[in-house]
């Protein structure tokens, strides 16, 4: 356990409905990092937060993907309208800014979506 | 554009037998190396790789990194059926992107 909490962990919903995803990070780590895993592929960066900033976000991900992260500590990834291309697992993984663990993600353990 | 590139894709070997798997990258402002091994849950971290030449070593696994020719390479030895998985690689940047290869997936018959 890596102290990374994502929630649900599992998501099953039909086209065009919209989901939401919460991740918990470990309390001293202020990046925060969301990515999606496809079967067969590493995970794909999505977005990234240093404290309550969202410093980047992958040109890949279309308008109706949005992620915050309001107090600098828990963060939410919402999908709008999804299709089901948008089955995958997402994946939250956090970083410290200082200390002996500097550079190193730790991840949760995913919210799988599937899209009917 | 920035990319990882992790082979082979796929390996089976049997119990006791040595593997080697590679990643090459081209990443633009490189900080660090990482591998990660991931089971069926989230990815587990390994090792990270800053400087050229520096063997990093954990019981039966060990990491290099050649950052003139960007690439690393890790060892397994003696491999058990527990050290089937995915092992991923990601590159780090001086921006605090991490970016991922598609992994190489180990699987080893008893």
């Known amino acids: 356990d890596t102290g990374v909490s994502q929630d649900p962990r599992h998501k099953i919903t039909k086209r065009g409905q919209n989901v939401t995803f919460r991740c918990d990070p470990i309390?001293?780590?202020?990046?925060l990092y969301w990515y999606r895993q496809t079967l067969g592929q590493g995970p794909e960066f999505l977005t990234y937060?240093?404290?309550?900033?969202?410093?980047?976000k992958s040109r890949l991900l279309s308008d109706r993907f949005s992620a915050e992260r309001p107090k600098g500590s828990f963060s939410t990834l919402e999908i709008q309208r999804t299709e089901q291309g948008d089955s995958a697992m997402y994946l939250c993984?956090?970083?410290?800014?200082?200390?002996?663990?500097?550079?190193?993600?730790?991840f949760g353990e995913g919210s799988r979506l599937t899209v009917l | 554009e920035d990319k990882v590139v992790q082979s082979p894709l796929s390996l089976v070997v049997h119990e006791g037998d040595t593997v080697t798997l590679n990643c090459s990258y081209e990443?633009?402002?490189?900080?660090?190396l990482l591998w990660y091994k991931q089971e069926k849950k989230a990815p587990t971290f390994l090792f990270m790789l800053?400087?050229?030449?520096i063997e990093k070593k954990s019981g039966r696994l060990s990491s290099i990194l050649d950052k003139k020719e960007l690439f690393s390479i890790l060892n397994i030895t003696a491999t058990q059926t527990g050290d089937s998985a995915i092992y991923l690689c990601?590159?780090?940047?001086?921006?605090?992107?991490?970016?991922f290869g598609t992994g190489t997936s180990l699987t080893v018959i008893p």
């Open positions: 993984a956090n970083s410290p800014l200082a200390g002996p663990s500097t550079g190193e993600l730790f």
């Open positions: 309390s001293e780590h202020n990046r």
């Open positions: 937060f240093q404290n309550e900033a969202q410093l980047e």
């Open positions: 990601a590159v780090r940047n001086t921006g605090n992107q991490f970016y």
């Open positions: 990443v633009t402002n490189f900080r660090s």
């Open positions: 800053t400087s050229s030449g």
